[in-house]
């Protein structure tokens, strides 16, 4: 064994606590075993890391920190794990706890809801700090649940009377007109992701009651002019398919006593005719605002599949590499 190398344990205090830290067919240490050069083995109750120092050393603190997790609680998945190795890597693992400890509230079945990377942690702070917040980012980034979930939180503990969540009825060449039904059925299919998030977090029960006494208004971008929303909490989601002028239609009605979340994600607008996405706009135009804050999500902060990072980023540098043909 050479100066820089080393052995290192870990020893879990049960069978039951290694299991629920290393996962399912000790998923945990085949990422691992994936991401350092250093060896991992397992014995019963024992991990024992061996080679290069600061590698074994830093996969001690992984476990370590995962352990820690468990005890808070916390149901491990790949997503997880492949996340605290990632943010391992870059030097920030003592966030790592807090950050997965920050709790928003409870699901209507008593689920905790927490964030799940740093990124969404200053997401929610900034929420927390502002009346308005643009969170701009990639697909699965938690924008919208988030929102949903702060809002919900809001109207339980009475800081306002009404939900107003919005998008704008736009997608990649439908209109509205070619949809079958009366004007509620023709706008539903665009709104499907705001319902589905508040039902995954307030019940399908409570949501209906909500929505019959007003609590909840949820209508296309369309419905907000010309209105003042005083002690609400307003959600535009898919932000980057507005325009400029709709842009400032929306914003322009915050109320007293009022808290407005706009997200989008800019790699995906569906506007006609090259028109510039009032998100996009926005970004220009109010940066520098005070009382505005603009959270940038990046594709470390996807909480979906982990395929979906990497789809994203092969997205991301095929753009930049221009149009190709295939075959």
């Known amino acids: 064994m050479t100066d820089n190398q080393s052995v290192r344990k870990w020893v879990f205090a049960t069978n039951e606590e290694a299991v629920r830290v290393l996962g399912p067919n000790d998923s945990l240490l085949a990422l691992l075993d994936q991401s350092f050069d250093a060896k991992v083995t ?11 120092e600061a ?10 920190t995962m352990t820690t997790l468990v005890k808070h609680g916390m149901q491990l998945n790949d997503g997880d794990y492949r996340y605290v190795i990632n943010t391992a890597k ?3 693992l003592d966030s790592i706890v807090d950050t997965y400890t920050t709790e928003i509230g409870m699901t209507y079945k008593g689920k905790a809801i927490r964030v799940k990377t740093l990124g969404q942690r200053r997401y929610i702070d900034a929420i927390s700090k502002h009346d308005i917040v643009f969170g701009v980012g990639p697909a699965g980034t938690g924008k919208t649940y988030l929102a949903v979930a702060m809002a919900v ?52 029960e409570q949501v209906g009651r909500a929505l019959e006494r007003g609590n909840i208004e949820i209508a296309p971008l369309a419905y907000m002019r010309g209105r003042t929303l005083d002690d609400c909490y307003v959600i535009l989601d898919e932000a980057q398919n507005t325009t400029g002028e709709q842009m400032k239609m929306f914003l322009t009605r915050l109320g007293f006593h009022s808290k ?15 028109k510039m996405s009032g998100l996009v706009h926005a970004n220009q135009v109010l940066r520098d605002v005070s009382g505005i804050a603009f959270h940038m999500f990046s594709t470390s902060d996807v909480v979906r599949h982990h395929l979906v990072q990497k789809i994203i980023e092969a997205y991301s540098l095929a753009d930049e590499r221009g149009p190709s043909a295939i075959g």
């Open 42 to 52: 397992t014995r019963g109750t024992e991990v024992v890391f061996t080679g290069d």
């Open 55 to 64: 590698e074994v050393e830093l996969m001690q603190s992984i476990i370590s």
């Open 90 to 92: 870059s030097g920030d």
């Open 153 to 204: 939180m809001a109207l339980k503990r009475g800081e306002v009377k009404r939900i107003v969540l919005t998008r704008p009825a736009v997608e990649a060449g439908e209109k509205l007109g070619f949809l079958p039904g009366d004007l509620q059925e023709k706008v539903d299919p665009y709104l499907r992701p705001l319902y589905d998030a508040l039902y995954d977090i307030y019940g399908l």
């Open 260 to 274: 407005m979340v706009i997200t989008g994600d800019v790699t995906q607008i569906d506007l006609p005719g090259g």
